[in-house]
């Protein structure tokens, strides 16, 4: 049986303009595909992150998202594949510069020290939260537009993406305390 919110949505659908409906479309698929490398690319880094942090909680809490960052490339590819559509990726600009950051923060910082661990969950939560920001929009266009199953599988990626940015919360806790008491 359909609910209040999906008979609006219903309504508020048969009541959109063809040229509205495909510039939304278009928007989406931007937005996904922009996500997409950003999870391509995110692979890529975590692991240097990993390398980087000399907590062991920082290290399993990484690794585990690591984990979870392949499975969001895949359900990325069945949200193409939901829509009909190619998986295909165009450089993500933001994901970009944070990735860029995280690097800068590591070379920043001195190896083996809960300052470097920080400055980890720092880049690491502000991948995150653009993260987060983006598969809050993507399901709520595929809602908009329709696309239930797209839809179901964002927001199991936005849900593991929150849960990810408490656990980094969690061992920042812990670690922020080392990180002010440790001497140099």
């Not at 020290?113 to 809050?136: C, L, P």
């Not at 595929?142 to 199991?156: I, N, R, S």
Request: hydrophobic share 35%; glycine share 4%; with cysteine.
């Amino acid at each position: 049986m359909p609910t209040t919110k999906n008979k609006t949505a219903a309504k508020t659908a048969s009541n959109r303009s063809p040229e509205a409906e495909s510039a939304l479309k278009e928007l989406f698929m931007d937005e996904l595909k922009d996500i997409y490398w950003a999870e391509q690319h995110l692979v890529k880094a975590l692991p240097k992150m990993i390398k980087g942090a000399t907590s062991d909680e920082l290290k399993n809490t990484i690794q585990q998202h690591l984990t979870e960052t392949e499975g969001h490339v895949t359900r990325l590819e069945q949200v193409f594949e939901s829509l009909g559509e190619k998986a295909k990726a165009v450089k993500c600009e933001a994901m970009e510069g944070l990735l860029k950051e995280a690097d800068e923060l590591l070379k920043e910082t001195d190896k083996g020290t809960e300052v470097r661990d920080v400055a980890i969950i720092s880049a690491a939560q502000k991948v995150e939260h653009y993260e987060i920001a983006s598969y809050g929009t993507l399901r709520t266009l595929a809602g908009t537009l329709g696309y239930e199953e797209a839809q179901g599988l964002l927001q199991q990626t936005l849900d593991e993406e929150k849960n990810a940015d408490k656990l980094l919360s969690v061992a920042a806790d812990t670690i922020n305390e080392l990180a002010a008491t440790e001497v140099e």
